[in-house]
Every structure is written in C-alpha cells, then in structure tokens.
C-alpha cells in the first residue's frame, strides 16, 4: 500500500550522516515496560536507528488474543504486525496517514518544540472472539538531541474510556501535552471516498486475505477484485499523497 510504504521511507531513511545518536536504548526499554506495568498497556518500542521493535504485553493483550508474553519480545522491524493485523482495516489506513501528517508536521517546526507533541487516537480493534472493541492509541517520537534524527517511535496501547457495549466513532488527533491544544484533528472518512464495494474489498485486504480468496469470498472474478483493488489505490493516493499531507497542516 502506497501510504504504508511512503511512511517506511521517511520514518527509515533518518540515518544520521556523520554524528552518531548517542541515546541509551536500554533507558527507553525500562520506560517501555514501566508504561505497561503502570498502565496495563501493551507498548512497542521501535527504534528507526536498527530498524527493530520491543513488544511488551499485558492484560490488554490477552484480551485480544494476541500471544505476547509479559517479557519484552524483540522483533526486527518498526512495524508490530501482530497488533497490527487487529485494528479496523480502515482504522489501519488511517493510522498510516496520520502518522505521516505528524512526521511532516514535526519537520515544520522547531525541533525543541518535537517533545510535546504526540498522537492520540482511538481505534477499533478484535478482541480473542473477533470483536470490535476501542482501544487508545498513543504515539511518542523520540529525536537525538545530537543529530536531530528520529531515533525511537513509543506505541502505547490501551482499553479506551467510557467503552460500554457501544463502539465510539474513531478520532486521530495530534496533541501538545504541554497546553492541552488539539493540533490536528484528522475528519477524513474513506466510506465517501469508496464504494461499499470497495469498502468491502479494504476490509478483505486488511484482514489479509489475497485477490484469489476475495473473489471466492465475494462470487466475482479475480480480474474484478484486483480492478476494485486499482480503484482503491487510485483513490487513497489522490486523497492521502504527500502534497495532500501537507496542505491539510495547520
């Protein structure tokens, strides 16, 4: 998907040239861990620099149905598929946008004005029986005081508030924690872009299923699904390019 491979490219390709980053990972691991343990989260840690993961599960996890077990497991690549593969595959897509939204909004300002700055947002998750269920998501960039690049990406996730039975509307939200200011609230819903045929198709894709296994899914043909699947591309790419990220910055 052209938004998840973009957000790779520039998450990645952060390699310091010449000054090196001199920041403690072992620092951040106990960070890592002491988030989940006092709140019950399951937390990831990436660090861009080796290009691998820390993943610490909790109660949260088990709620889930996801195997993570309560010592950190190491993983070598920034994204937690595990966890991944549960969000609401247009939370999913979301997600990816937003995340790039608060990457390019960072390079717009000063970088001692980085640290206040995170995401917020609450997403739709299965749970071990395969429903839907919010969850919050918080997001921390870590940059070295040194050479300025983005070195560790902080994942927090936990049971949202106020759940109940009932589903709350997703929200995607870039936040200063310092005055509370809502910096970006992203409104953007992919069902008026998409067709309910093609919102059908996303949620096989996301749910991983391939062309073949869609097409015996829905009775249609392959050539039908991968043209539904072009559609699809098309479309996200004219609503979510890098130049569309950038003009919707405040």
């Not at 809502?182 to 069902?191: C, G, N, Q």
């Amino acid at each position: 998907m052209e938004i998840l491979e973009t957000l790779n490219q520039a998450l990645l390709n952060n390699s310091p040239n010449g000054k090196g980053c001199h920041l403690d990972i072992n620092t951040y691991q106990q960070m890592a861990l002491m988030y989940s343990r006092i709140e019950n989260a399951m937390v990831v840690l990436s660090d861009m620099q080796a290009g691998k993961s820390f993943i610490y599960g909790s109660a949260l996890s088990r709620r889930l149905g996801l195997s993570l077990a309560d010592h950190p497991t190491e993983i070598d690549s920034i994204w937690e598929e595990e966890i991944i593969s549960r969000i609401h595959p247009e939370d999913r897509l979301k997600k990816y946008v937003h995340e790039l939204r608060f990457f390019t909004y960072l390079q717009t300002i000063q970088f001692s004005e980085h640290a206040p700055c995170y995401v917020s947002s609450r997403i739709r998750m299965k749970d071990s029986i395969a429903e839907y269920m919010n969850v919050r998501h918080r997001m921390f960039y870590v940059y070295s005081p040194v050479n300025h690049h983005l070195r560790f990406a902080l994942c927090l996730y936990h049971m949202e508030n106020h759940m109940k039975d009932k589903l709350q509307n997703p929200e995607f939200l870039i936040v200063n924690s310092i005055s509370g200011e809502i910096i970006y609230e992203d409104r953007l819903d992919y069902s008026h872009i998409l067709t309910s045929r093609e919102m059908e198709i996303l949620k096989h894709i996301g749910e991983g299923y391939t062309s073949k296994e869609i097409a015996a899914q829905l009775c249609i043909s392959i050539n039908t699904v991968n043209r539904h699947r072009q559609n699809i591309l098309e479309k996200l790419r004219v609503k979510n390019s890098i130049k569309a990220v950038y003009t919707q910055l405040p």
